[in-house]
Antibody, heavy 121, light 110 residues
Framework: QLQLQESGPGLVEPSETLSLACTVS??????????WGWIRQPPGKGLEWIGS???????YYNPSLKSRVTISVDTSKNQFSLKLSSVTAADTAVYYC?????????????WGQGTLVTVSS | QAGLTQPPSVSKGLRQTATLTCTGN????????ASWLQQHQGHPPKLLSY???NRPSGISERFSASRSGNTASLTITGLQPEDEADYYC???????????FGGGTKLTVL
């Protein structure tokens, strides 16, 4: 059974960089046809796609966040990571990592439990 | 980033049928179809259907999805108390080269 687990600081100061990792177990992050993504959800609000990465390092980013986002992959650790720079209170959210099916169809099938990141001094 | 449009809330009675809608455009829903996610308070989203009407293993047949043009729909029959949740649609947008989500519909089972 595939499992994803987010990890990282729950509190980040304004203007700093938010850093999270997602560890994948039960399957190889290098499997074909899968992208691995980050999605966030501000308290009481809807889902927002942040970006996705293939094991080769190919990435897609949300245009509205692209200037501040970096997603990377470490196949040796079966892990992928998110960095979001220059954070503000508006970046306070539950951050989820998820597996994305791509190719002839596109959807997120497995999700992590999510981790709340609060931006505050 | 332009998202998909969902009604904020829908209320239906126990054992009734609810139909939730998700409207996009020819670059997303009209092109690649939509997937549907269910999210209970405090829990991560769970995939209900993909490629318009395929259900993952373990998802009840009471959930069925369809698409007409740029609008996707999720129909839930025989509503149960546990169906009360937030429902999100999602699609790949070929013009944005990324995923888009709807704002979510809060389903209340009366």
């Amino acid at each position: 059974q595939l499992q994803l687990q987010e990890s990282g600081p729950g509190l980040v100061e304004p203007s700093e960089t938010l850093s999270l990792a997602c560890t994948v177990s039960g399957d190889s992050i290098s499997s074909y046809s899968y992208y691995w993504g980050w999605i966030r959800q501000p308290p009481g609000k809807g889902l927002e796609w942040i970006g996705s990465i293939y094991y080769s390092g190919s990435t897609y980013y949300n245009p509205s966040l692209k200037s501040r986002v970096t997603i990377s992959v470490d196949t040796s650790k079966n892990q992928f990571s998110l960095k979001l720079s220059s954070v503000t209170a508006a970046d306070t959210a539950v951050y989820y990592c998820a597996r994305a099916i791509t190719g002839t169809t596109y959807y997120f099938d497995y999700w992590g439990q999510g981790t709340l990141v609060t931006v505050s001094s | 980033q332009a998202g998909l449009t969902q009604p904020p809330s829908v209320s239906k009675g126990l054992r009734q049928t609810a139909t939730l809608t998700c409207t996009g455009n020819s670059s997303n829903v009209g092109n690649q179809g939509a997937s549907w996610l269910q999210q209970h308070q405090g829990h991560p989203p769970k995939l209900l259907s993909y490629r318009n009407n395929n259900r993952p293993s373990g998802i009840s047949e009471r959930f069925s999805a369809s698409r007409s043009g740029n609008t996707a729909s999720l129909t839930i029959t025989g509503l149960q108390p546990e169906d009360e949740a937030d429902y999100y649609c999602s699609a790949w947008d070929s013009s944005l080269t990324g995923w888009v989500f709807g704002g979510g519909t809060k389903l209340t089972v009366l």
